[in-house]
């Protein structure tokens, strides 16, 4: 998503001070791919699979997080199958991010600053386009629209003709998502499913017909860091 155009242009209100000092960072990422939570493999993952869009742009945007908090559901097989993180960052900013497997969410995003901000049309992760706003009770709207006509996986070529480049240039990694950077998104990962598994102690049975064995199910999890 790095790639697309709208986050080329995104990147230039951020560094030309537009939405002035970013503090809160808001997104989700939801797709219902599994029907069946109960039967769920180990190594399906709402954080891995959908959760690293938004965590990467809030990555991207704040930096690491220095303090993790994650909450979620756990399938019986120990997949997550939808979790909602809240980072801290350095200098006070905070994103939250909800991420599903079972559930389709608007799959937006906002990024606000304390002289604007800056809503992030869904699908986010595909090319889109998004609303700049001012934080006056009846705010000033701008809309950039996205001006090439893809939409949804057509956005990779955006991706392909980097790689191109970055290939052409001799470069070893991408000046845009470092392989340090790609480390430490996926720590990040990693420490919001331990929080998950460390914490999901206990599993409840759902209730069945009487003619029914019962199945197991995962119970919800509340986690600190």
């Keep these: 998503t790095r790639y697309l155009p709208q986050a ?3 990147r230039q209100l951020v560094s030309d001070g537009v939405l002035g000092e970013l ?3 808001l997104a989700d990422h939801g797709r219902a791919l ?6 769920v493999d180990a190594g399906i993952s709402a954080l891995d699979g959908m959760g690293i869009y938004p965590i990467a742009l809030s990555s991207e945007l704040l930096g690491p997080p220095v303090d993790i908090l994650a909450q979620g559901l756990l399938a019986p097989s120990g997949a997550d199958l939808y979790a909602t993180v809240a980072f801290s960052h350095e200098g006070g900013a905070h994103s939250a991010i909800s991420t599903s497997i079972v559930t389709r969410t608007p799959i937006a995003a906002t ?13 986010a992760f595909t090319p889109t386009s998004f609303t700049l706003s001012t934080p006056e009770k009846i705010s000033r709207n701008l809309e950039w629209a996205e001006p090439t006509g893809m939409t949804f996986y057509d956005g990779l070529s955006w991706e392909a003709t980097a790689l191109a480049g970055f290939a052409a240039d ?5 000046p845009l998502h ?3 950077e790609t480390v430490s998104i996926l720590e990040t990962i990693d420490e919001a499913r331990r929080q998950l598994s460390k914490s999901e102690s206990a599993r409840r049975t759902p209730r069945t017909s009487p003619d029914k064995k019962p199945h197991q199910t995962a119970s919800p999890v509340s986690t600190s860091h």
């Design 8 to 10: 080329d242009v995104i």
């Design 23 to 25: 503090q809160v960072f």
């Design 34 to 39: 599994v029907t069946d939570p109960l039967h």
């Design 111 to 123: 990024i606000a600053g304390s002289a604007a901000r800056i809503d992030i049309h869904p699908p």
């Design 170 to 174: 001799g470069r070893i990694e991408s």
């Design 178 to 180: 470092t392989h340090a």
